[in-house]
Each structure stands twice: as structure tokens, then as C-alpha cells.
Antibody, heavy 124, light 113 residues
Framework: QLQLQESGPGLVKSSETLSLTCTVSGGSITSGSYYWGWVRQPPGKGLEWIGIIHDTGRTSYKPSLKSRLTISVDTSKNQFSLKLSSVTAADTAVYYC????????????????WGQGTLVTVSS | DIVMTQSPDSLAVSLGERATINCKSSQSVLYTSNKKNYLAWYQQKPGQPPKLLIYWASTRESGVPDRFSGSGSGTDFTLTISSLQAEDVAVYYCQQYYNTPLTFGGGTKVEIK
């Protein structure tokens, strides 16, 4: 079945760039209407949508993160990636990648399945 | 942005009893052209990623036990666990996908009384 796995540094210094990659296995990232997305969860808190990308490169970002955020896709590696620049302690969170249902090829939809998540801590 | 508000923040229910979680959106998530409510529910157990339970407000994901049900329309939604089992201890989140930015409720923690 489809599986997603996040990878990247667990510790990032304040003001630097957080970079994560999600590797998709058990299926192709170029599978029609699906998007691929990132959601984060600060320790002990709720879920926050970050953004999504289609294999064509079309993206949708959370507006408050847009100026610092880049999500990209590498179809040859069946991966998609997140880069968040100028990080602060507020960006400390577990970062999840997930497949987005992309209803009718649009940016609306739910997330399923999810990766296990990776904790990224921003240090000063 | 559509704000999703869940209540209660937490609840304790006896095994075999009913658990009811509420989710309210700041604007309707009912798309009138197709009469569908753009709302999903997730379950997150400790140390695990969220798991999709329900989409379109009331459609159970494949493999989800039928003791989980979703209801509601417009701005008010409910997730019901008809007979709480020990394995249902988790935090439950609603999510609207009516428009972007996609937004989640703050979560409801379900425990055993």
C-alpha cells in the first residue's frame, strides 16, 4: 500500500532554512488528481496545514507562510520537498507529509495516508 | 480563513458508552451545487500520525469500524463513537476542505472514564 516517509535534519538553527523531503513508496507520485502536502503539529498542539503540490508543479500555500515557503516535486525520485526559510522557535513542530485527495483535480480535499512525521526543533 | 471550533476540548466516557464530538465552522462548508459538506474527521493516537476516519462529513473511510459516524451540515457537525472501545482513546480533529487555506479544529481528546 502507499507509504510516505519524511526525512531531513531534526535540528535547525534560528534564521536558517528548514528542509524536508517526503519519499513516496508503493505508488506513483504522478497519479492523476492527487496532490501531495505538508502538515505540521507543534509539540502538544493541533494540526496546521502548510501547503500542497501537484506533480505538475501547481502549488497552494498557507498565506501566512507563503513568503518563506517553497514546496517542490521530483517525479523521477517519487519525492516532494519542503523548504521553510528564516525559521524561528515557532516553527518547531512535527512535520507530516501526506497525500491530498485533490477533489476533481482542485486544491480542496482531505489527507490520507500520512507519513509517521519528523520532529524539527529550531534552536537559537 | 474558515475557523473550525471543536467542543469539548476533552471528554471521558465509560467503555461501551457513546462519545460525541462537535465541530463548528465559521462559515458554511456545504457546497450547494453538489450538496456535499466539505468536512473530514481524523483520529490521532499518541505518537502516531492522524488517520482519516470520515470525509464528506459522513462517509466512512474503508476499514473504519461502523461505531464511528459523522453527521451534520452547513456549519455544525458531529462525530459519534457509538460504543467506546479502549482502542478509541485518541485526539480527534475535524478539517474543512471547502477552500484554502485548509484548516483544522483544535482537537478533542477522548479518554476512558
Amino acid at each position: 500500500q502507499l507509504q510516505l516517509q519524511e526525512s531531513g535534519p531534526g535540528l535547525v538553527k534560528s534564521s536558517e532554512t528548514l528542509s524536508l523531503t517526503c519519499t513516496v513508496s508503493g505508488g506513483s507520485i504522478t497519479s492523476g488528481s492527487y496532490y501531495w502536502g505538508w502538515v505540521r503539529q507543534p509539540p502538544g498542539k493541533g494540526l496546521e496545514w502548510i501547503g500542497i503540490i501537484h506533480d505538475t508543479g501547481r502549488t497552494s500555500y498557507k498565506p501566512s507562510l507563503k513568503s518563506r515557503l517553497t514546496i517542490s516535486v521530483d517525479t523521477s525520485k517519487n519525492q516532494f520537498s519542503l523548504k521553510l526559510s528564516s525559521v524561528t522557535a515557532a516553527d518547531t513542530a512535527v512535520y507530516y507529509c501526506a497525500r491530498h485527495s485533490g477533489i476533481g483535480g482542485t486544491t480542496t480535499g482531505w489527507f490520507d495516508p500520512w507519513g509517521q512525521g519528523t520532529l524539527v526543533t529550531v534552536s537559537s | 480563513d474558515i475557523v473550525m471550533t471543536q467542543s469539548p476540548d476533552s471528554l471521558a466516557v465509560s467503555l461501551g458508552e457513546r462519545a460525541t464530538i462537535n465541530c463548528k465552522s465559521s462559515q458554511s462548508v456545504l457546497y450547494t451545487s453538489n450538496k456535499k459538506n466539505y468536512l473530514a474527521w481524523y483520529q490521532q493516537k499518541p505518537g502516531q500520525p492522524p488517520k482519516l476516519l470520515i470525509y464528506w462529513a459522513s462517509t466512512r473511510e474503508s476499514g473504519v469500524p461502523d461505531r464511528f459516524s459523522g453527521s451534520g451540515s452547513g456549519t455544525d457537525f458531529t462525530l459519534t463513537i457509538s460504543s467506546l472501545q479502549a482502542e478509541d482513546v485518541a485526539v480527534y480533529y475535524c478539517q474543512q476542505y471547502y477552500n484554502t487555506p485548509l484548516t483544522f479544529g483544535g482537537g478533542t481528546k477522548v479518554e476512558i472514564k
